[in-house]
């Protein structure tokens, strides 16, 4: 069955990465929520997609108290979540103003991740392999996926160095995805879980074809999708 992934949160009714698009993406029936995880000056986990905030302020240069109140702890996030498994993307790119080249926010993220959770509720996903690789030396029992980006013509090679990585998951951009690449990525024994999908035909497509989990903006769609592709005509 293919996994209703909602991309921080019921992101088009709700301000993406807020609890309150957390919680409406459990009630529009998403079996896993996607948030993103970065930390504050004083060293608090907090969901932000982006390095800064809207203002244009940095976030790493500002304690948790100096954030916006809609900004989330991850503590706060996993209890919203109550009701589906949490895949928590780890921000950690090198071009970015709170970069942790010792992957400290990796060590930080899986201890508190599982005092919430079980491992079997928790994917650990990033753009840098080397932060995933870190978690799962760390903690071979944690669930783990590379995320890829727009280039075509390199997802071949981004397959060939998850498998080598021994990730459990790959989360291609949708743009990368057809029929040829789930099945390679099966045979290596990937699950495909791709970003971001929020066209119902489109996702009718990608479940036509194999993919494992669609991770999307509107959940309360891909739910449809899914449960009519499962159910008979």
């Not at 491992?119 to 996903?125: I, N």
């Not at 903690?139 to 990730?167: H, K």
């Not at 699950?191 to 991770?215: C, F, K, S």
Request: net charge negative.
């Amino acid at each position: 069955m293919t996994l209703v992934i909602a991309h921080r949160g019921a992101s088009v009714e709700r301000q993406q990465n807020t609890l309150e698009a957390f919680r409406l993406a459990v009630e529009m029936g998403a079996d896993w929520i996607e948030l993103d995880v970065r930390r504050s000056k004083d060293d608090v986990l907090i969901i932000s997609h982006d390095a800064h905030l809207p203002d244009g302020r940095f976030i790493v240069d500002h304690n948790y108290d100096e954030l916006p109140e809609f900004v989330p702890t991850l503590a706060e996030a996993l209890d919203a979540c109550e009701g589906a498994k949490v895949n928590i993307e780890i921000k950690n790119e090198p071009d970015d103003p709170d970069y942790d080249v010792e992957h400290q926010i990796s060590d930080a993220t899986i201890g508190l991740a599982l005092a919430f959770r079980d491992p079997s509720e928790l994917l650990f996903t990033s753009f840098n392999l080397d932060t995933v690789k870190r978690i799962k030396s760390l903690n071979p029992d944690i669930v783990v996926g590379f995320v890829t980006g727009f280039d075509v013509l390199q997802i071949q090679m981004l397959l060939e160095a998850a498998v080598e990585a021994e990730m459990d998951v790959i989360v291609p951009y949708d743009g990368t995805v057809d029929r040829r690449f789930v099945a390679r990525a099966h045979d290596a024994g990937l699950p495909v879980y791709t970003w971001t999908v929020n066209d119902p035909n489109r996702m009718a497509e990608l479940i036509e074809i194999g993919v494992d989990g669609i991770i999307t903006d509107q959940p309360d769609l891909a739910r449809a999708a899914v449960d009519a592709a499962k159910s008979p005509e």
